[in-house]
């Protein structure tokens, strides 16, 4: 959201942060740089998502090694602005993806998935994989 991003560079400027860039993706491609992200957090946006296989496969190579993708979404249906975690585990594996984590945010109805992503040459691209259906 291009509205969202403008706020986020206002608050990296006010504070003087050097090691933050702040680009705008696409929905099939977040178009970070190649090799400099060690954790990616996607925070009650995943179920935003319109593409989510192109997405998680032109994550990988932005990746670094032993980098991890941390997603935070409600346990609700994603026209209800979240995702089911079966859902986000079908579309994360369809990919290549492997959960390492996954925990339940204590007083609040969302969760903390934690994956490893796959190798470069092992993901899966997006035009192979069948839809996961939402339950």
Not at 45 to 68: C, I, S
Not at 94 to 101: D, H, P, S, T
Not at 105 to 128: N, Q
Request: charged share 20%.
């Amino acid at each position: 959201m291009p509205e969202y991003l403008q706020g986020l560079r206002k608050r990296v400027r006010d504070r003087g942060l050097q090691n933050v860039t702040v680009i705008l993706g696409e929905p099939h491609d977040p178009r970070l740089p190649t090799g400099s992200v060690d954790v990616a957090i996607l925070v009650h946006m995943y179920h935003e998502v319109t593409q989510p296989y192109g997405m998680l496969y032109n994550l990988v190579p932005a990746l670094k090694p032993d980098a991890r993708v941390g997603i935070v979404d409600a346990f609700a249906p994603t026209s209800e602005h979240g995702t089911p975690p079966s859902l986000l585990r079908c579309e994360l594996a369809a990919v290549g993806y492997r959960e390492v984590g996954f925990d339940r945010l204590k007083g609040s109805d969302t969760y903390l998935a934690i994956f490893a992503p796959p190798s470069a040459a092992s993901r899966t691209r997006p035009e192979a994989i069948v839809a996961c259906k939402a339950p």
